[in-house]
């Protein structure tokens, strides 16, 4: 089995800056691409940015020049640095990794559980 496990989130002011950190554990061979979603309320969920483990990455534009992602291959984590936060970046943050597990030939997508960013004054 594998588990993500985010941490991070939290209320801040406009214009503040957040990190999110999101560690895998368990039996991973490998992992190719890691991202980080979001989800507010009434809305669905979105890519907000991914990173492969060559570190190529894509962003949403509502992302483009305020958030980073980056990952720790060495160390299965994912990081999301947010910056410039507006309040309509207020959502749950998910973490998403596309894992292959030892003893298998395939990549299975895991989800985190979801870590609370709020954007408010």
């Known amino acids: 089995q594998v588990q993500l496990v985010e941490s991070g989130g939290g209320l801040v002011q406009p214009g503040g800056s957040l990190r999110l950190s999101c560690a895998a554990s368990g039996s991973i061979f490998s992992i190719n691409v890691m991202g980080w979603y979001r989800q507010a309320p009434g809305k669905e969920r979105e890519l907000v940015a991914a990173i492969t483990s060559g570190g190529n990455t894509n962003y949403a534009d509502s992302a483009k020049g305020r958030f980073t992602i980056s990952r720790d291959n060495a160390k299965n984590t994912v990081y999301l640095q947010m910056n410039s936060l507006k309040p309509e970046d207020t959502a749950v943050y998910y973490c998403?990794?596309?894992?292959?597990?030892?003893?298998?030939?395939?990549?299975?997508?895991?989800w985190g559980q979801g870590t609370q960013v709020t954007v408010s004054s």
């Open positions: 998403n990794a596309e894992v292959t597990v030892f003893y298998s030939d395939y990549e299975v997508n895991y």
